[in-house]
């Protein structure tokens, strides 16, 4: 999977947010905030293709954490881009 290019992270009020734009006029702009977490790991996979094992490889290396732990959160991470159409 890949981040889709067109979406990118902006700072506001301190907070690294993503903004989502709906597909429809019915659809309102949604907004998401990322945790310094979620931003590393964004900085570190976008413009690339990825699996979720590189994201658990990456949470491996960078946090204190176990593999079962990092699995889980790189799919529920992964599911959420998902989730909102950030990846395809």
Known sequence: MRIKDKCKIRQ????SVL?????????MTKVMAFNETSLYLWDQLQGRDF???D????LL???DIDETTALNDATSWVQTLKDHSIVS
Do not use: H, K, S, W
């Open 19 to 27: 903004m989502i734009v709906g597909r429809n006029p019915g659809d």
């Open 12 to 15: 506001v009020a301190g907070e």
């Open 61 to 63: 290396q960078r946090f």
């Open 51 to 53: 699996e979720i094992a």
């Open 55 to 58: 994201v658990v490889t990456l």
